[in-house]
């Protein structure tokens, strides 16, 4: 007798996109996994950051720090994306600022003891969950900028055969030699410059010879968010990005293929 | 040249490691180039044949040395890359093994060239950058530092590369007072939009004092040096050495800032240029101060705390 396989279902970057995070946790439920995933960045760039902190408690959902997690848990000036640009950078810094501004202490004190990262042994595969990369936080690994020799080099410096990471903001897989396995889970806080409102999360599934990915796009009541962001006067520019699903901002970070196939 | 560049033998240099090698650059058109800038820190001209051009077969050869050590990503320099006959070719083949970014005055591209680029771009899952480098907004600013005419040049070059989308980062070293950033920017994306290049794309490096800059304006003062004092809690992977190494026809080297150093070159292997390296330069001083000048922007990340290893 084979064992059922195990399911995980796993997101990044909730950006204090409470609407999407509860109707990504509906998805979830419907479907049954064995375990929810967080791997990092509970707030920014969207309104009330509190409100995402009771969806994760009430699901049991298990959070990786994120480099935003680390900023605002202990109050450091900046959330430590590590954009380039002085105009990403500026607006990086309104988000960041509203961000920790309206976070409580008690949610900061949850964000400041959440680890660097989760590693699980799922049918003798060794799994590893982290923000960026295995070895940096802030560490933007994008599709089109690593090759897959390099991947599974951090594949191997990490002892890991999965690595789960999140960080850039849009979702990819890479199959890798010696059945190894990098998954970016994508995030759940903002679309992915591609002109469709949606956000997207994962599901991992180990048992057979694979490990399976799928994708899942979540619909949610962006309007109602972009609405709640400009009641709480946050630049019209992060309003359109929900309402429009092109990214406006930060987009120096993205290399050229990414790039490209947004609208600015 | 080698003069303008002391080494140090000091045991308090600090040493860097090469703690992690994510790139692999390659000096693939040596210090020849079509111009003579006078803040070029290779001091490259049409004559300059102190290095020379790379082969395909060589380039062919360490990208495929590269593999087992876990290279990320390729980036191409010179002098003037696209001067090297089998450019297009060497780019082709890097596209099979990973991002490729080629540095570019842009004043000598074809069609052809790019026709052909943007097709193997087009069936690569990576990747292809195109950085152009000119000195300011205008060709007053640009043209008394890169020669006359050079900037109306680099602009047909800029907008070539924009028909054929490659959405071409734009390069320009610091010179301006620093306080006229915002409006020195401002102007220059202007310009660049005006020209039709929609959403451009912009880098602005620090001005290096080295090779035909000294003569511009100063070299390094001796105070200017990396003592292991400063090296105390500073991120190092700010500095290219940290995670490159650089492929030139006389060997492998620690960066592609002081090849022309006495003591850069490391070894003939990729293995073997794994070895620490002494800051004693001036500027190693600039890295220090400046960080990561030379990598593009998708492959930064910040420092502050989330930025250590976990
Ligand atoms: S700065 Fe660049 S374009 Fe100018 S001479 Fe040097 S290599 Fe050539
Ligand atoms: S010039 Fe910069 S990159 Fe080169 S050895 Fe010195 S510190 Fe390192």
């Known amino acids: ?264 | 040249m080698a003069a303008t560049l002391p080494v140090i033998d000091d045991p308090r240099v600090p040493q860097v490691e090469l703690a992690s090698f994510d790139q692999l650059w390659f000096q693939v058109a040596g210090t020849l180039c079509n111009l003579t800038c006078h803040h070029c820190f290779i001091s490259c001209s049409p004559k300059n044949d102190s290095f020379g051009f790379l082969s395909l077969d060589e380039v062919q050869q360490r990208l495929a040395e590269s593999v087992p050590l876990g290279v990320n990503e390729y980036y191409f320099t010179g002098g003037e890359p696209f001067l090297n006959p089998q450019m297009v070719e060497i780019l082709i083949a890097t596209l099979e093994y990973g991002p490729a970014t080629v540095l570019t005055n842009a004043t000598v591209l074809k069609d052809e060239w790019l026709q052909r680029l943007a097709d193997a771009d087009a069936a690569s899952r990576f990747s292809l950058e195109f950085r152009v480098s000119i000195d300011g907004f205008s060709p007053e600013t640009n043209d008394p530092i890169r020669g006359e005419g050079t900037f109306a040049r680099a602009l047909r070059g800029i907008v070539k590369l924009v028909e054929y989308d490659f959405l071409p980062i734009i390069t320009a070293a610091r010179s301006w007072p620093e306080a006229d950033e915002a409006r020195v920017v401002g102007e220059f994306t202007e310009m660049l939009r005006r020209e039709g290049y929609r959403r451009p794309r912009l880098k602005i490096l620090p001005m290096l004092h080295l090779g035909a800059e000294v003569e511009r304006t100063h070299g390094y003062r001796p105070s200017e040096r990396i003592t292991a004092e400063m090296m105390k809690g500073f991120d190092r992977s700010q500095l290219i050495c940290d995670h490159a190494r650089i492929v030139t026809d006389r060997g492998v080297c620690v960066c592609p800032i002081l090849i022309e150093a006495p003591d850069a070159v490391l070894g003939q292997s990729l293995a073997e240029a794994d070895r620490p390296f002494g800051l004693s330069h001036g500027a190693c001083y600039t890295c220090y101060q400046y960080g990561a000048i030379c990598s593009n922007p998708s492959a930064a990340s910040g420092g502050g705390h989330a930025a250590r290893p976990t």
Not at chain 1, 83 to 101: E, G, K, M
Not at chain 1, 139 to 157: G, K, M, P
Not at chain 1, 168 to 176: E, P
Not at chain 1, 238 to 249: D, S, Y
Request: hydrophobic content about 40%.
């Open chain 1, 1 to 264: 007798m084979t064992a059922a396989p195990t399911r995980l279902a796993c997101f990044g970057g909730i950006y204090s996109n409470y609407l999407a995070l509860e109707a990504a946790l509906a998805d979830v439920r419907r479907r049954g996994v064995d375990a929810v995933y967080c791997l990092g960045d509970l707030g920014a760039f969207g309104p009330h950051p509190d409100r995402v902190f009771p969806l994760l408690a009430d699901h049991d959902v298990v959070c990786v720090q994120g480099n935003y997690d680390d900023s605002v848990g202990n109050e450091l000036d900046d959330c430590q994306c590590g954009y380039v640009d002085p105009q990403d950078n500026h607006f990086a810094q309104i988000s960041y600022d509203y961000t920790l501004a309206h976070t409580s202490a008690e949610h900061r004190a949850y964000l400041r003891q959440l680890p660097a990262e989760i590693r699980l042994e799922i049918d003798s595969r060794r799994v590893l969950l982290c923000h960026g990369s295995p070895r940096r936080t802030n560490e933007f690994v994008w599709e089109s900028t690593a090759s897959d020799h390099f991947l599974e080099r951090l594949c191997r410096e990490a002892d890991a055969d999965v690595v789960l990471a999140t960080h850039t903001g849009i979702k990819w897989q890479r199959q890798l030699a010696e059945g190894r396995q990098f998954v970016n889970v994508g995030v759940l806080g903002r679309p992915e410059n591609d002109g469709r409102r949606n956000v997207w999360y994962t599901l991992v599934e180990f048992g057979g010879d694979q490990v399976q990915v799928e994708f899942v796009p979540v619909e949610y009541d962006f309007a109602r968010l972009a609405r709640e962001m400009a009641d709480e006067g946050l630049p019209a520019e992060f309003q359109e990005t929900i309402r429009t699903g092109w990214w406006t901002t930060c987009l120096e970070i993205l290399p050229v293929k990414e790039r490209r196939r947004g609208a600015f």
